[in-house]
């Protein structure tokens, strides 16, 4: 795989129209997320204009209720054929299981993935907010392995949990990472970052990045230089 190939881009923004024009600005990108902001506003549309364009799609969705509607949800977006999805890890078990049987059932080539603490949570918020008495590291490794156990094809998490969760869950577990800031980038909302470099470095799959990327004058350009920085670690 590419180094490009293993950036996907969210379309982030609110209309079809918007991410038309995101998708111009970024021919080379081969890999798009399609989130809720956008999902909400158009639909199906926008997830058969990208495959229509011969893009990967990774529906972000991120489920999260009862097993009967998780289950009836990935029923519902087996349609679409996508290549990821998104649910959380804490819906537990019995919810991820169902999600991941009713899934393959009908779009078997769909990874699920799970998220296993949002890249927007630091340590401070897992503990005194939600009041969750492991420490972060173990807290994601046990969500990781949950989702694992579950049957799940890979997990969500931050680049800085990738090298644990590599060498515990082994090679097979995908780890799709948010949360990654080239040097020159603002961290913005994001509490768990890592560079690019360390990201991959560190044995992650996929990297999510947006803001670095589409909230630059030049998108093509913030794209072209990530790669470059991926590139000289792999030669
Ligand atoms: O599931 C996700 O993609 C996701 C999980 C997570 O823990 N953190 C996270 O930032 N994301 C998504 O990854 C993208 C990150 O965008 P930027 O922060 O602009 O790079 C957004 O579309 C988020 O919705």
Sequence with gaps: MSVAD??????DVPSTAQAIALMEQLPQVSFWKVGLELFVHSGGEILTL???????????LKFHDIPNTVAAACRSVAGWEVDLLTIHAT?????????????????PKTQLIAVT??????????????????????YTLQMALLAQESG???????????????RVCGEDLLLVCPGVRPTWADAGDQ??????????????????????ITATS?????????CEELTAIQS
């Design 6 to 11: 293993r950036i996907i881009v969210p379309l």
């Design 50 to 60: 990208l495959k229509s364009r011969q893009k990967r799609v990774f529906l972000d």
């Design 91 to 107: 819906v537990g078990k019995t919810g991820l299981k169902a999600a991941h049987t009713a899934l393959q059932a009908q779009s």
């Design 117 to 138: 603490l949002l890249t927007s949570i630091s340590a401070r918020q897992l503990a005194l907010e939600l009041k969750v008495p492991l420490e972060l590291p173990e």
């Design 152 to 166: 799940l094809s890979g997990v969500v998490c931050s680049p800085q949990e990738v090298a644990t969760l590599r």
């Design 191 to 212: 509490k768990r970052t890592l560079t690019p470099v360390e990201a991959v470095t560190a044995g992650a799959d996929y990297l999510v990045m947006g803001r670095p």
């Design 218 to 226: 030049d998108p093509g350009t913030a794209f072209e230089r990530i």
